[in-house]
């Protein structure tokens, strides 16, 4: 008897990530969570300079600022409650100083810039096709920052604009880095604040604008549809019954793995993990010979590691 509908994977023949990959992630906060793993496990990779960013239209922006030296002015940020903000960037990367702001946005747009022509993979999970319009710039924001919902129109990004903006977004990438493989995944939080059957709308123009514009550089991997089809239980979900829980994220990220990680790192990500389970292992007596012996051992198997690949600090 079969009590779960299981969608079929398949392994990747080639452009695998491996211990020399250099990973790019973008987007919801989902792609965080593929992003902590990559982290758990030691692999080189960097996640959201510009913080979550939830629709296409945001991710297109960064990358072309990053592709085009875009630098950020005072013309580019606002005061509100206390703090800078600038509307293409997540509340966490505002501050309390104008300067510092503008010094954070201009060196994320660096660092996006010179992550993209060393990027082997580049992860763009994208959250919703709900996006809010300021009216007084006439432009799509990233966040509204808590600004009165007066402020802002909110639309449904169409298919059409969908496609063309990740059409966009994956051709600035190539400019820079031909050789970069870009990852499309649908992020399996449903974004209930917009209504359910707006959600499903939502998720569909994304899905469908996706499968218009991959070719053979550009993928997509069905962390949304694992969620709503192998996982469809509500104990797959945090207290929220929005975001997947830690069962339902280590078994995304599984999926995953099968599908993206050579298996030649399988065993050194075994190592890793042994070594991070023991990093923080509490031991009875902190100072006994015997946790001193394992402390020993650890150190000895992260200095091997270490010689591997430089890249590992524990």
Request: net charge positive; charged share 20%; glycine share 2%.
């Given at each position: 008897?079969?009590?779960?509908?299981?969608?079929?994977?398949?392994?990747?023949?080639?452009?695998?990530?491996?211990?020399?990959?250099?990973?790019?992630l973008?987007?919801?906060?989902?792609?965080?969570?593929?992003?902590?793993?990559?982290n758990?496990f030691k692999?080189?990779n960097?996640?959201?300079?510009?913080?979550?960013?939830?629709?296409?239209?945001a991710?297109?922006?960064?990358i072309?600022?990053?592709?085009?030296?875009?630098?950020?002015t005072?013309s580019?940020?606002?005061?509100?409650?206390?703090?800078?903000?600038?509307?293409?960037a997540?509340?966490?990367?505002?501050?309390?100083?104008?300067?510092e702001?503008?010094?954070?946005l201009?060196?994320?747009?660096?660092?996006?810039?010179a992550?993209?022509?060393?990027?082997?993979?580049?992860?763009?999970?994208?959250?919703?096709?709900?996006?809010y319009?300021y009216l007084?710039?006439?432009?799509v924001?990233?966040?509204?920052?808590?600004?009165?919902?007066?402020?802002?129109?909110k639309e449904?990004?169409?298919?059409?604009?969908?496609?063309?903006?990740?059409?966009?977004?994956v051709?600035?990438?190539?400019?820079?880095?031909s050789?970069?493989?870009?990852?499309?995944?649908?992020?399996p939080?449903?974004?209930?604040?917009d209504?359910?059957?707006?959600?499903?709308?939502s998720?569909?123009?994304?899905?469908?604008?996706?499968?218009?514009?991959?070719?053979?550089?550009s993928?997509?991997?069905?962390?949304?549809e694992i969620?709503?089809?192998e996982?469809?239980?509500?104990?797959?979900?945090a207290?929220?019954?929005?975001?997947p829980n830690?069962?339902?994220?280590?078994?995304i990220?599984?999926?995953f793995k099968?599908?993206?990680?050579?298996?030649?790192?399988?065993?050194?990500?075994d190592e890793?993990?042994?070594i991070?389970?023991g990093?923080?292992?509490?031991?009875?007596?902190?100072?006994?010979?015997?946790?001193?012996?394992?402390?020993?051992?650890i150190e000895?198997?992260?200095k091997?590691?270490?010689?591997?690949?430089?890249?590992?600090?524990?």
């Amino acid at each position: 008897m079969n009590l779960q509908t299981k969608i079929s994977l398949s392994k990747r023949a080639d452009n695998l990530i491996s211990y020399k990959s250099n990973i790019l992630l973008l987007g919801s906060c989902f792609s965080e969570n593929i992003g902590d793993k990559l982290n758990y496990f030691k692999f080189q990779n960097l996640q959201n300079p510009f913080g979550i960013l939830f629709h296409p239209k945001a991710i297109e922006t960064l990358i072309q600022n990053a592709a085009s030296d875009n630098m950020y002015t005072e013309s580019d940020i606002f005061y509100h409650n206390e703090q800078w903000h600038c509307f293409h960037a997540h509340s966490k990367l505002s501050n309390v100083s104008k300067v510092e702001l503008l010094e954070t946005l201009n060196s994320k747009v660096k660092l996006t810039k010179a992550a993209i022509k060393t990027s082997t993979h580049v992860i763009i999970t994208l959250g919703t096709a709900w996006v809010y319009h300021y009216l007084k710039r006439n432009t799509v924001v990233a966040n509204c920052h808590k600004v009165s919902q007066k402020e802002f129109k909110k639309e449904l990004l169409s298919v059409e604009d969908i496609s063309t903006s990740l059409k966009t977004t994956v051709s600035l990438i190539q400019k820079l880095n031909s050789e970069a493989r870009v990852i499309f995944t649908v992020s399996p939080v449903r974004h209930l604040k917009d209504g359910f059957v707006e959600n499903t709308r939502s998720k569909a123009h994304l899905i469908t604008a996706i499968h218009q514009i991959i070719h053979h550089s550009s993928f997509y991997f069905p962390s949304y549809e694992i969620m709503m089809d192998e996982l469809r239980d509500y104990r797959f979900y945090a207290e929220d019954m929005v975001h997947p829980n830690k069962l339902a994220i280590d078994y995304i990220w599984q999926q995953f793995k099968f599908v993206w990680i050579c298996n030649t790192a399988y065993k050194v990500m075994d190592e890793v993990d042994g070594i991070q389970k023991g990093l923080h292992h509490k031991p009875f007596n902190p100072n006994s010979e015997a946790h001193q012996s394992f402390l020993k051992k650890i150190e000895a198997r992260k200095k091997a590691l270490k010689l591997q690949f430089s890249h590992m600090v524990f």
